[in-house]
């Protein structure tokens, strides 16, 4: 395809989201590198996340841009369009790879570096999202959220959790001062698990680096924030039946995940490349069928628009912490880590992805009451 043929595939392609190439609105898009444009067609959104890496191309309010673009259905106008549609499919634009699992999430993202994580979140260390509904701060964001969690499971002094995917140890370490509970955190991450310790030091917390697949005992509660994006569709029954194996017959079982409207095998491969390697966002069904004859579903909180509010604080933390952290990182990550940040709070704002909050039990037991948020 001829290089302005591609610029007026790209330009029609953009229209339909009210951006112009070049334009003089905050979220247009401005082209540096007019190669920009066949990159977009033979790599697809591995090409334009990577072409923004580069500085090919840049954008006032990314945030804004993104949103734009999630809100209309591109897909949908493509096929609309018979000549748009054949020059997308000649070119693979959506030929998306499906995920490898060559690479461990936890060396590529969660180990970057703790100073970058320090200077970017709230002062517990949280990387999920907040609950913003009477928090005007991200410190407050995330606080409520842990209090939201205990209130949700019902936990009480003495309780045993097993929490999957435990981060820096910020929910036990909560659980544990707060409710007097005593917690197993289990992580994929050297770095996470180093400071996990020495955050929960003295207190009933054990953090360990291991597989939530690997673990044995019986728990009150066994919960998740933020794995299930991990997990992989091929394994989602297999986390059902390990935390099936692992809840005491009365307890309760937690999931905080990212959610997709529509169920995928196949993840953004920008992201895949760059962020968060092997990972995918589970939809409705997914879940559902997964948990099927092992747990009832008591309750489903739906609040993904305070993932961009979250993602937002991140990212001015990140930018008031640039200049500090500069002398340890490059230009290119500056840039990989501001497009990632923001490019996903356009699309929590435009709800093309979810927050969730689900309750689970097993059968028989009496039902808890979920009418906390």
């Given at each position: 395809?001829?290089?302005?043929?591609?610029?007026s595939?790209i330009?029609?392609?953009?229209?339909?989201?009210?951006?112009t190439?070049?334009?003089?609105?905050?979220?247009?898009?401005q082209?540096h590198?007019?190669?920009?444009?066949?990159?977009?067609?033979?790599?697809?959104?591995l090409?334009?996340?990577?072409?923004?890496m580069?500085?090919?191309?840049?954008?006032?309010?990314?945030?804004?841009?993104?949103?734009?673009?999630?809100?209309?259905?591109i897909?949908?106008?493509i096929?609309?369009?018979?000549?748009?549609?054949?020059?997308?499919?000649?070119?693979r634009i959506?030929n998306?790879?499906?995920?490898?699992?060559?690479?461990?999430?936890?060396e590529?993202?969660?180990?970057?570096?703790n100073?970058?994580?320090?200077?970017m979140?709230?002062?517990?260390?949280?990387?999920?999202?907040?609950?913003?509904?009477?928090?005007?701060?991200?410190?407050?964001s995330?606080?409520a959220?842990?209090?939201l969690?205990?209130?949700?499971?019902?936990?009480?002094?003495?309780?045993?959790?097993?929490?999957y995917?435990?981060?820096?140890?910020?929910?036990?370490k909560?659980?544990?001062?707060?409710?007097?509970?005593?917690v197993?955190?289990?992580?994929?991450?050297?770095?996470?698990?180093?400071?996990?310790?020495?955050?929960?030091?003295?207190?009933?917390?054990?953090?360990?680096?291991?597989?939530?697949r690997?673990?044995n005992?019986?728990?009150?509660r066994?919960?998740?924030?933020?794995?299930?994006e991990?997990?992989?569709?091929?394994n989602?029954?297999?986390?059902?039946?390990?935390?099936?194996?692992?809840l005491?017959?009365?307890?309760i079982?937690?999931i905080?995940?990212?959610?997709?409207?529509?169920?995928?095998?196949?993840?953004n491969?920008?992201t895949?490349?760059?962020?968060f390697?092997?990972?995918?966002?589970?939809?409705?069904?997914q879940?559902?069928?997964?948990?099927?004859?092992?747990?009832?579903?008591?309750d489903?909180?739906?609040?993904?628009e305070?993932?961009?509010k979250?993602l937002?604080?991140?990212n001015?933390?990140?930018?008031?912490?640039?200049?500090d952290l500069?002398?340890?990182?490059?230009?290119?990550?500056?840039?990989?880590?501001?497009?990632?940040?923001?490019?996903?709070?356009?699309?929590?704002?435009a709800r093309a992805?979810?927050l969730?909050?689900?309750?689970m039990?097993?059968?028989?037991?009496?039902?808890?009451d979920?009418r906390?948020a």
């Amino acid at each position: 395809m001829a290089k302005n043929k591609e610029k007026s595939v790209i330009e029609e392609l953009l229209q339909v989201a009210g951006i112009t190439i070049n334009g003089h609105k905050p979220y247009d898009i401005q082209v540096h590198n007019d190669n920009f444009y066949k990159r977009c067609f033979s790599d697809g959104l591995l090409g334009i996340g990577e072409a923004y890496m580069d500085g090919w191309w840049d954008c006032v309010k990314l945030d804004q841009l993104v949103e734009r673009v999630s809100r209309v259905n591109i897909r949908e106008k493509i096929e609309k369009n018979w000549k748009l549609a054949w020059a997308i499919l000649k070119s693979r634009i959506f030929n998306l790879q499906k995920i490898s699992r060559a690479f461990m999430v936890g060396e590529q993202h969660y180990d970057v570096g703790n100073d970058l994580y320090t200077a970017m979140l709230d002062k517990r260390m949280l990387y999920t999202c907040g609950y913003w509904k009477n928090a005007d701060n991200l410190d407050d964001s995330q606080e409520a959220k842990l209090e939201l969690v205990c209130k949700k499971i019902g936990l009480e002094p003495g309780m045993t959790v097993l929490e999957y995917g435990c981060g820096f140890g910020s929910f036990a370490k909560y659980a544990a001062e707060k409710y007097g509970a005593k917690v197993t955190g289990l992580t994929v991450s050297k770095e996470q698990a180093k400071l996990g310790c020495e955050m929960c030091k003295g207190l009933p917390v054990e953090i360990l680096l291991e597989d939530y697949r690997k673990i044995n005992g019986k728990f009150d509660r066994v919960i998740s924030i933020g794995i299930m994006e991990h997990v992989g569709y091929k394994n989602y029954r297999t986390y059902m039946k390990r935390t099936d194996n692992a809840l005491k017959d009365d307890g309760i079982a937690f999931i905080h995940t990212i959610g997709s409207n529509k169920s995928s095998t196949i993840i953004n491969p920008w992201t895949h490349k760059y962020i968060f390697p092997n990972s995918m966002l589970p939809s409705i069904s997914q879940i559902s069928t997964a948990m099927e004859g092992l747990f009832i579903m008591e309750d489903w909180h739906n609040f993904g628009e305070d993932y961009d509010k979250t993602l937002m604080a991140w990212n001015d933390n990140f930018e008031k912490a640039w200049p500090d952290l500069k002398s340890q990182y490059n230009d290119r990550f500056y840039r990989m880590w501001r497009y990632y940040l923001l490019s996903s709070a356009g699309a929590f704002r435009a709800r093309a992805m979810q927050l969730w909050q689900i309750i689970m039990t097993k059968p028989g037991r009496k039902q808890p009451d979920c009418r906390i948020a």
